[in-house]
């Protein structure tokens, strides 16, 4: 499945720093998230535009899971000649990562 069908995804960023809050859908999708969505396999995933490390940070009391993504606005919103230097469109792109649904 894809991530979009059991969560929805929030970004936000400072420099070139970008941060993607990914938010089930439903509490009994976070397990799922937890161990599907690694901070390696979103760097994997994001490849193309991230070139930093990714860190994860589990937030459980609203069945979410933030990662920080460095080097990922190629330098940052003021002085970058990316089409997205906000990185909004990396919320999206995160959205369309596959994941394993079985339990």
Do not use: W
């Not at 936000?12 to 809050?21: H, I």
């Amino acid at each position: 499945m894809r991530l979009h069908e059991i969560a929805h995804c929030r970004a936000g960023d400072k420099g070139d720093t970008s941060t993607l809050s990914l938010f089930a859908f439903e509490e009994r999708h976070y397990p799922l998230l937890c161990r599907e969505v690694t901070a390696e396999s979103v760097r994997r995933h994001l490849s193309r535009t991230v070139r930093g490390e990714v860190v994860r940070f589990e937030m459980p009391n609203v069945a979410a899971l933030q990662f920080v993504c460095r080097q990922a606005l190629r330098s940052g919103v003021t002085t970058s000649l990316a089409i997205d230097p906000h990185g909004k469109c990396l919320s999206s792109e995160l959205l369309e990562m596959e994941i394993e649904a079985g339990e």
